[in-house]
């Protein structure tokens, strides 16, 4: 069964500050990795998609890297502003197409 | 912009009642999933949906139970309601590119 664990659980930057959040998961047989955000009381928002083959992912600010072999993702957020506080979720997506997710990291960006 | 939606939104009732919590997709995704999550926990997969008359339980245990009759919409039913079953139950849709899009979610509350 898959194992996904995000760590810190919870983090406070400052604003402009870089923001690094790990995600690691014990199967690496995986098909895809996902990153997800939620704000309070909401849905997901899907930031980013990594498939098995890549190494990473971008998309404006962000930035994801996957290897595979240890079991890790890595999400980056560049300059990190006020509107970036929320929790940051990452999703392995087996190889039979389920999702297993994380806890979550909840970001507070302070201004 | 991913078009799910579900109502309602928040439901408070009361012991032994049956509810059935509604989720809709105007995207035309085959693949349609419910999840539940509890405050500052993981999503868990309750259950998933690959079309028409078809219909899986997911990895946790839940005494509730889904139809799908129709491509576009997912409605899930709780015959009897109990306190345990509070929680935040969440809908979601697959695209062609396995990215999962979420609707808003639904907070019940069983006194």
């Known amino acids: 069964k898959q194992e996904v664990t995000q760590i810190p659980a919870a983090l406070s930057v400052p604003e402009g500050e870089n923001l690094v959040l790990n995600c690691s998961f014990t199967?690496?047989?995986?098909?895809?990795l996902q990153w997800f955000r939620q704000d309070p009381g909401k849905g997901l928002t899907s930031l980013l998609l990594i498939q098995s083959s890549q190494r990473e992912q971008t998309s404006g600010r962000l930035n994801a890297s996957l290897d595979k072999s240890s079991g890790r993702s890595t999400l980056y957020i560049a300059a990190s502003q006020p509107g970036d506080s929320a929790t940051y979720l990452c999703?392995?997506?087996?190889?039979?197409?389920?999702?297993?997710f994380g806890a979550g990291t909840t970001v507070t960006v302070r201004a | 912009e991913a078009d799910i939606y579900q109502t309602p939104r928040y439901l408070v009732i009361g012991t032994g009642k049956k509810i059935t919590l509604e989720c809709s997709q105007t995207?035309?995704?085959?693949?349609m999933y419910w999840y539940q999550q509890d405050p500052g926990m993981e999503l868990h997969l309750i259950h998933y949906s690959y079309g028409v008359n078809s219909t899986e339980k997911g990895d946790l245990s839940s005494e509730s139970t889904v139809s799908r009759i129709r491509t576009e919409h997912f409605p899930l039913t709780l015959e009897s309601a109990r306190p345990s079953h509070t929680s935040q139950y969440l809908c979601?849709?697959?695209?062609?590119?396995?990215?999962?899009?979420f609707g808003p979610g639904t907070r019940l509350t069983v006194t």
């Open positions: 199967d690496s047989a995986i098909y895809n």
């Open positions: 995207m035309g995704h085959d693949k």
């Open positions: 999703a392995a997506c087996s190889n039979d197409y389920k999702l297993s």
């Open positions: 979601a849709s697959e695209g062609l590119g396995y990215e999962q899009y």
